[in-house]
């Protein structure tokens, strides 16, 4: 299993992580940041606290049909996808609004990501992409109800900046197809959200 820098999800935020590379599920979650990020550098300004865009689903009952529940659970992961992309083109430190769609570990995760992406003064150019996304394991009998989500993201379309506008794409992570995610979802507050996270080692996600 491949294990980000500083447990990141985040696309880009140090050297070797220009796509979401991940820690395992059973690591302790990061640091949390709550969007003001303080670096003590006096020059430096406060992370943002503008919510990061992203659609998120709209809270609502569960219902017994396995097929609406994971249609649900799928846009919440696509939402994950471009909350992740939005802290990394912005690199302003915000990461308010994920309590939306991630808790437990991916929630500390995305948090990390968004304080050390702000903290390196780094930022992406481009987006990554959701091409394939299958759900298995999903038990609605359950309290919460789970499922697991595998998220399959292309990351061909990225660069990353170094504050000082250096590329940083020669260093990235990038297997030559798109990257698969394996994430724990879970039904809180009415709504799927994404709990834990690996990137395994067996990367087959198809070409697209």
Not at 32 to 53: F, H, I, M, N, R
Request: proline share 8%; hydrophobic share 40%.
């Amino acid at each position: 299993m491949r294990v980000g820098v500083a447990g990141l999800v985040l696309i880009a935020a140090a050297v070797a992580v220009a796509v979401f590379l991940g820690t395992p599920p059973s690591a302790p979650a990061p640091p949390t940041s709550t969007g003001a990020v303080d670096t003590g550098d006096a020059e430096k300004d406060q992370a943002s606290t503008e919510p990061l865009k992203f659609d998120a689903p709209s809270p609502a009952p569960i219902s017994t049909s396995e097929a609406d529940q994971v249609e649900r659970a799928e846009d919440s992961a696509a939402a994950v996808v471009a909350a992740t992309n939005d802290i990394a083109q912005r690199g302003d430190g915000s990461a308010v609004g994920l309590d939306k769609i991630a808790t437990g570990f991916v929630l500390g995760e995305l948090e990390s990501a968004a304080q050390e992406q702000y903290d390196l003064g780094y930022h992406q150019v481009g987006e990554a992409k959701v091409t394939q996304t299958t759900a298995s394991a999903v038990d609605l009998s359950v309290d919460p109800p789970t499922m697991t989500l595998t998220v399959c993201v292309d990351v061909s379309g990225i660069d990353v900046l170094d504050e000082t506008g250096k590329s940083l794409k020669a260093s990235l992570y990038n297997p030559g197809r798109p990257v698969k995610h394996v994430y724990g979802a879970v039904f809180e507050d009415d709504v799927w959200k994404l709990a834990t996270h690996e990137i395994p080692d067996d990367q087959d996600c198809p070409l697209p």
